[in-house]
C-alpha cells in the first residue's frame, strides 16, 4: 500500500510523462513540450527519491546517499548525452556546474532554513561532513585543472582532449576508492532492523513520520519488488523524457529569450535533481540531518567524480559535439568559491536556518550572474 503523498508523486509523474509524450509526439509547441518535459523530468527524479528512500534505513546515511544520488543523477546524464548529441556543449557545461552549486548552495541552503526553523540548530556527523566537502574541494580542483591550464596557456592547453581524459579516469578511480567507506555506518545509527538512538523502532512510526494511516505524510513502506520496479520503470521513462526535453530546448530558449548557460546553471540543473531537492529537504525537516547531508552532498561529488568524467569518455562514442574538461572562467570561479564557503559552513558539525539563508542568497546571486549568457 502507497500512501496518500506516494500515490500523489506516482500519479503526477504518470500524467506529466503522457502529456509530455502527446506535445512531443504530436509535434506540438516547443515552449509547452519543454516545460512539460521539464516537469515530468523532476516528478521522475522525486519518484526516485521516494523509491530509495524505503531502503534509507537498512542502508545507513553513507550508503543512502551514494545510492540516490547515483539513481537521482540520471535523468541529467540523460538530458546531458541528448544535449551533446545536439552540440549544446554550454548547456552540459553549465548544467555540470549548475548541479554542483544548486545542490551545495539551493538545496544545503533550504535544508538547513526548513531544519533549523522547525528543529532549531542540528547537529551532524562532523567527521563524514568534512571527508564529503575535503573530497568534494579536491574532486573539483582535478576537475577544473584543463581549465587552468587553458586560460594561463601552458603547453598542456594544446592537448585538451588528452589532459581531459587523464582527469576523467584518474576522478572515476578516485570515486570507486571512495565508495567502501561512503557505506559505512556513522557514529550512533542503527544496523539493519534496529532503531537508532531517540528514534522509533523499525514498525513504528519511521523518522519521526505519523504512524500509518495518520496525515497526509504518513509513513508506509513499500514490498521490496515495488521499489525494485518503480526504480526500474522511472529509468526508462526518464530516457525517453530527457530526449523529448533536449529535442525542445533549443527552440524554446530562442522564444524565451533565455541563455543556454542559464538553462544548464538553473533549469537543467534543478530539473534533473530534483530527488536531492526533495528528500533532502524532507530528511533535515524531521530532523534526520546526518541523512540529508549525505543526500544533498553526494550527488555534487558524484557530478563531479562520475558524470563530468563519463561525459568526456562518452562524448566521442555517441557523436555530436565533443568534451572537455575546460569550463568558461565565470563557472569556474564560482564553484570553487562556493565550494570553500560551503566547507567554512559545515565544519563545525551545526547548521542553523541563518547559515542557510545566506547559502541561498549566494546561489541567487550566482544564477542572476548567468541571465545574460
Known amino acids: 500500500m502507497l500512501s496518500r503523498s506516494d500515490r500523489v508523486v506516482v ?185 537508532a538512538p531517540g528514534e522509533a523502532a523499525p514498525g513504528a512510526a519511521a523518522a519521526g513520520a505519523a504512524p500509518v494511516g495518520e496525515g497526509d505524510g504518513a509513513a508506509v513502506s513499500w514490498p521490496m519488488p515495488v521499489a525494485v520496479a518503480a526504480l526500474a520503470a522511472t529509468g526508462v521513462l526518464a530516457a525517453l523524457v530527457s530526449d523529448w526535453f533536449v529535442d525542445a530546448l533549443s527552440p524554446a530558449l530562442g522564444t524565451l529569450h533565455i541563455s543556454q548557460a542559464f538553462a544548464g546553471l538553473v533549469i537543467v540543473a534543478i530539473a534533473g535533481n530534483a530527488v536531492e531537492n526533495v528528500v533532502g529537504i524532507q530528511l533535515a525537516a524531521r530532523n534526520r540531518a546526518d541523512h540529508a547531508l549525505s543526500v544533498i552532498l553526494n550527488s555534487p561529488l558524484q557530478i563531479a567524480l562520475v558524470l563530468a568524467p563519463v561525459l568526456v569518455l562518452l562524448s566521442p562514442v555517441i557523436g555530436g559535439a565533443s568534451f572537455t574538461l575546460v569550463f568558461p572562467p565565470l563557472l569556474v570561479t564560482t564553484v570553487v568559491g562556493s565550494v570553500l564557503a560551503v566547507s567554512f559552513v559545515i565544519i563545525d558539525g551545526e547548521s542553523d536556518w541563518l547559515e542557510g539563508a545566506a547559502l541561498v542568497g549566494l546561489y541567487a546571486v550566482v544564477a542572476a550572474s548567468f541571465w545574460w549568457g
Open 11 to 195: 500519479a503526477a509523474s504518470a500524467v506529466l510523462t503522457v502529456v509530455a509524450a502527446v506535445l512531443f509526439y504530436s509535434h506540438a509547441a516547443h515552449v509547452a513540450t519543454f516545460v512539460v518535459s521539464g516537469l515530468a523530468l523532476a516528478a521522475l527524479a522525486a519518484l526516485v527519491g521516494r523509491s530509495v528512500e524505503q531502503v534509507a534505513d537498512r542502508l545507513g546515511s553513507g550508503a543512502t546517499g551514494v545510492v540516490q544520488s547515483a539513481l537521482g543523477n540520471l535523468p541529467e546524464l540523460f538530458v546531458c548525452v541528448f544535449a551533446l548529441r545536439d552540440h549544446l556543449t554550454k548547456v552540459v557545461e553549465a548544467a555540470i556546474i549548475g548541479s554542483i552549486l544548486g545542490n551545495i548552495l539551493l538545496v544545503l541552503g533550504l535544508s538547513f532554513m526548513v531544519g533549523g526553523l522547525r528543529n532549531g540548530r542540528q547537529r551532524f556527523d562532523g567527521s563524514r561532513a568534512r571527508t564529503l566537502i575535503a573530497l568534494m574541494i579536491l574532486a573539483v580542483a582535478a576537475m577544473l585543472v584543463p581549465s587552468l591550464a587553458s586560460y594561463v596557456h601552458t603547453p598542456a592547453a594544446r592537448h585538451e582532449h588528452a589532459l581531459s581524459d587523464i582527469a576523467a579516469v584518474v576522478l572515476l578511480v578516485v570515486f570507486a576508492l571512495s565508495v567502501p567507506s561512503s557505506l559505512q555506518r556513522g557514529a550512533g545509527e542503527a544496523a539493519p532492523g534496529e532503531a
